[in-house]
């Protein structure tokens, strides 16, 4: 090992590195702190101011002066992402800002321990909504913002909470704050707030902290009864952070909004009942704020939205309906409605919808409707279950709000043959419609003896493919000689007439049973052709398809094969190489040697596109496999969690469709998504290229017995 | 009855089952059965079909005998098949069979898994003929007065081949269950497994949240079947929490971001 560099040797090397000579910066205080430090660390720093300066020469003389300190601060790879995202920023946004990072050590000190004590939304994003599709109510979106409150429809919530000490108890401080919202739009803070008309009053923002403090008890309170495990969570964390203890006023307000019934329009009678110089509580960590303008912009844009909802969906059923009993056509049947009681229910009654006396069953959407109603406005009002006329069908109101579906389709691609696929946008939790223009085109078939060298290739293996799967199809056959069955055996039967008659003991192996394992399957073979296919990963997949199609032609299943690539959502095209019903014919084989590498790795317009027509066919057993290089992503937004989480969406309807996905890839990071997509047993990573043609019959072999 | 036909006699339900009636499903069951019609139990898995059964074929006193449809169920293992013993063939009658030949109420669980050919037999046992061709045999059997039949089916499936087809439905008076009351739901409960009664209120709580969850991560919500085998295992002295992740939340789905948030909502009642 080296040994240390003395103080003067530091500054040479440091003023070659820094080049000192043409910029007067002085090294000597740098050099001084360096040589204390042992030969390996000098080495490490050394290393490393060499690697800022290829970036910028300012920049490694200010991580110079200041790496001693940065490595008495944090561990060695904080330190060193320091240094990479100052130079990230040069990269980004030049100098000033990079240089930034690195003199505001103290700072990004800070930033690091919170982030590592605390809890990214982005993070824990998919569990806490989960956690918030649980409670009852309305469904609610999450988003992330810089403050935590509802609009009714959309708890925003902050990207990082860090006020505890631990991952673990900040994750609880966001649980705590989702109940809060969605307490708030639960049990009636919202709609009471919009009916009290706190924002015409003179002193409308003391009025409205003074209710936001007494509310947030109340609602406190019906958390301790409605999720007690959570409440001990909440009284934990409001130790730790010294909220738990109120000023004199407030102990004794606190009981008065705390018994079971109290509402929040008992919290607005005390607050107008209060004194002048009563003080708002100072805000709770899991309080939030009040946003009531956009709370009162967002229900007004739904109580209108599911007005005509509403009725129209009436309209639907009263015609199902009629269709079912015969209706005459003149005759319009009368909706009413009757309160009935539901303690489950924070209103505690619920509504139910008469049709000429007799209670209507409403699927789950309009049930779901009507809680929505019940909690904008607390009953069905009667003018909703008038007959619906002209004027109540307002389209806009059924398609996806977001302006940006019009500009798009200004383009001549969506005109004709089309077809249109939604797509999950994990951001909004919401499914943008019509968001994908799909279409179907065939391979150009090319004759240039691809598929002849294949099997010539791969002979041996060939042989023992066509062994394997006849063995395999063999099993669907006929058992004869049973002891017991659905049919006679003949043969056996005759025999053992004969037996009898030579005086011999008969057989009572005498019938044929068909062998349970009968298949009756469909696989569709959806095969990734991006660009990042070029080479010899398109040839390992047309390989692999003419070994499987030898092996599927032997085993007799019923299989199809099509090609997906893309370039942006407008442009998503699906390759017809083989249909169901199509025999292996030579065609096909000219289709499997022309497939190309394309563009882009849209995938959740193709697994939708694909488990349609997988979904169509009547068989026992569906499945999807994908042949694939890499992770979902296309030129546009499609890249990241958008493409991942869309993926899971599409893999999870087909799942629902009864078709069973399963995923063969070559990406050897797909360890780290598939799992989350096809879930833990449905996927294989293949570590070689080459090995691809001699695995993927195997798998498909395992995969169906 | 029948003097050659096997006794039925061990398929009686002997004692009273505990059975919580939730509408008028009872009454409807028991009209229906003594004028031979049909009846089709619709509802999710464990709601209360076959407990129900239970307790009507003990109400009636009639031998209940059930079959579980599977996909290899065929048309034979219904009906009846010959066998072979030392030289002679019998004929053996299938779980319908006998039931028709008894009088025995027949129940065909869950029969969308049945190979389509299957339903075939049953449907001139479920119309105003009540009568099972047996085509081995080269017979048709007139149902005895007292068998009754019965199919239950979960129209949550959404798979198309698990659909049950208009000319089977059609011939049956359908029965709906769903998930009870909370208030009837936690006396279940407790009846069933003796948990006190403070915490299966939060069980039955517990259970509505994760039919909340239903179409956003679970397929199905928890059953009452589940909330009872959570129930029994906090009675012998597993943590509410612990019981909810075994027997509810791992039986629902695989999917680890789903089961972290089921486990939250469980200990945010626990
Ligand atoms: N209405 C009910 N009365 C009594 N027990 C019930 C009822 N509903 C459900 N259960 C409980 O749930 C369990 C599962 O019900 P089961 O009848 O097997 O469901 P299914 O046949 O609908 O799948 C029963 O063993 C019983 O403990
Ligand atoms: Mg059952």
Known sequence: MQAARDAGQLVILLDEILEVEFSFRDTTVPAAAIAAMEPRLQDYVITWIKRVASTNIELAYQYACHVERALGLMDVETVESWALSAMDAYDREGLRPARQIILGLDEFVRLTREQADGCLLSNQQGILLGFLNGLAGRRLRIQESTQAYTDSETLFLPSLLARLATPERNFQLYKVTIAMLWAQTRFGTLRTLLEAGFLDAEDSGRRLALFHSLDTLRLEAIIARELPGLHRELVTIKQDLGEDRLPAPWDALRWSVSAEGCTAWDVVERVRSLSNDTEPLPVFAHQGI???????????????????????????????LGVQEHWSRDREPRLTKRLHEASELPEGAGVDILIDGKPLPLPDDMQDLVSSILMDLGDIPDEYLEPAGPGDYDPKFFQDSSSETEDVWSGVYHEKGALLYQEWDF??????????????????????????????????????????????????????????????????????????????EMSERLFTRQHRTERNIAVMFMVDMSGSTKGWINDAERESLVLLCEALETLGDRYAIFGFSSITRKRCEIYHIKRFEEAYTDDVKGRISGIQPKDYTRMGFAIRHLSRMLSELDARTRILITLSDGKPDDYDEYRGSYGIEDTRRALIEARREGIHPYCITIDQQARDYLPHLYGPAAYTVIDEVRLLPLKVSDIYRRLTT | MHPDIPQLDNYLVKAEPFYQAIGDEITIFEASYQKGLPVLLKGPTGCGKTRFMEYMAWRLRRPLITVSCHDDLTASDLVGRYLVKGGETTWIDGPLAQAVRGGGICYLDEVVEARKDTMVVIHPLADDRRVLPIEKLGTLIQADEGFGLAVSYNPGYQSVLKDLKQSTRQRFVALEFGYPSPELETAIVIKESGLEPAIAELLVRFAGMTRNLKGSGLEEGASTRLLVHAAKLIVSGVAPVSAC????AQALTDDAEMLASINELSSSLF
């Open chain 1, 290 to 320: 009040l946003d009531l303008p956009a709370v009162a912009a967002c229900v007004a844009a739904r109580v209108s939205r599911e007005k005509t909802l509403f009725k129209v969906r009436m309209e639907q059923l009263k015609d199902e």
């Open chain 1, 427 to 504: 951001r909004r939790q919401h499914y943008r419609k019509n968001w994908c223009a799909a279409r179907e085109q065939s391979v150009e078939p090319v004759d240039n003896g691809f598929v002849v060298r294949t099997l010539e290739k791969y002979q041996g293996l060939v042989k023992q493919l066509r062994k394997t799967f006849e063995a395999l199809r063999d099993e669907n056959r006929r058992l004869k000689r049973q002891p017991q069955g659905d049919d006679v055996d003949l043969d056996a039967l005759v025999e053992a007439l004969a037996d009898t008659r030579d005086g011999r």
């Open chain 2, 245 to 248: 992740r075994s027997a509810i």
